[in-house]
């Protein structure tokens, strides 16, 4: 059973760029959440993604986008790239369905460097 | 913005030993989990404890809930060199479908030999 996944594992990018990166969820799992880590710091959330849609959001700026596919796998995209946001994004997927629980599993992460 | 604050920041001790970690937090909350983070990678879900439990077991893990207090304690056992990792509880605010989980700034862990 595949965990969740992330692609790219690094990126490096300058300032101004774009930059997708891309989560499949852990099989049986229909919801994805997005988390930013600062270097030195906890997990932030950014949004959530069910049924392809932005159910909840944390406070970051519209920069921040994202999608989900029918096949649940989730996209972040990220335009006008700072310097700040220079940090390990997580994807974390769960379930709604009672039975499954609400425990989110994450996956390794890709960390972006902006320069 | 973080949620809660694990304490200590940072704790080092030898194998064999017992580790604590505490976290507190700020608003009421569905359920809080502990997840371990080696070395800047993925996090580990280690244990998931909802707000009506006060005390949870796995393997060499005991977790302990006060929410009167607002706060949350994890226990390893009979420490290992692997357990050397970053610590991070969790809070889930509303859990279910409108489940988002607020981090601490969470406690790194050395286990020397």
């Known amino acids: 059973d595949a965990g969740v996944t992330q692609s790219p594992t690094h990126l490096i990018k300058t300032r101004g760029q774009q930059v997708t990166l891309r989560c499949s969820p852990k099989?049986?799992?229909?919801?994805v959440s997005w988390y930013q880590q600062a270097l030195g710091q906890g997990p932030q959330f950014i949004f959530q993604?069910?049924?392809?849609?932005?159910?909840q959001r944390g406070n970051f700026p519209d920069r921040f986008s994202g999608h989900q596919f029918p096949n649940y796998s989730s996209e972040l995209n990220v335009n006008a790239l700072l310097l700040g946001d220079s940090a390990l994004y997580l994807c974390a997927s769960s379930s709604l369905d009672r039975d499954v629980g609400d425990t989110q599993y994450f996956g390794p992460g890709t960390r972006l460097t902006v320069l | 913005s973080q949620q809660g604050e694990e304490d200590p920041q940072a704790l080092s001790i030898q194998e064999g030993e017992n580790a604590t970690m505490n976290c507190s937090y700020k608003t009421s909350i569905n359920n809080l989990q502990w997840y371990r983070q080696n070395s800047g990678r993925g996090l580990v879900h280690l244990i998931l404890?909802?707000?009506?439990?006060r005390e949870k077991h796995s393997g060499r893990l005991r977790v302990t809930l006060d929410t009167s207090k607002k706060s949350s304690s994890l226990l390893i056992t009979a420490s290992r060199a692997a357990d050397t990792a970053s610590y991070f509880c969790?809070?889930?605010?509303?859990?279910?479908?409108?489940?988002?989980?607020?981090f601490g700034t969470g406690t790194r862990l050395q286990v020397t030999l």
């Open positions: 404890i909802r707000s009506n439990e």
């Open positions: 099989s049986g799992h229909d919801t």
């Open positions: 993604y069910y049924e392809e849609e932005e159910r």
């Open positions: 969790a809070t889930d605010a509303r859990g279910g479908t409108a489940s988002k989980l607020t």
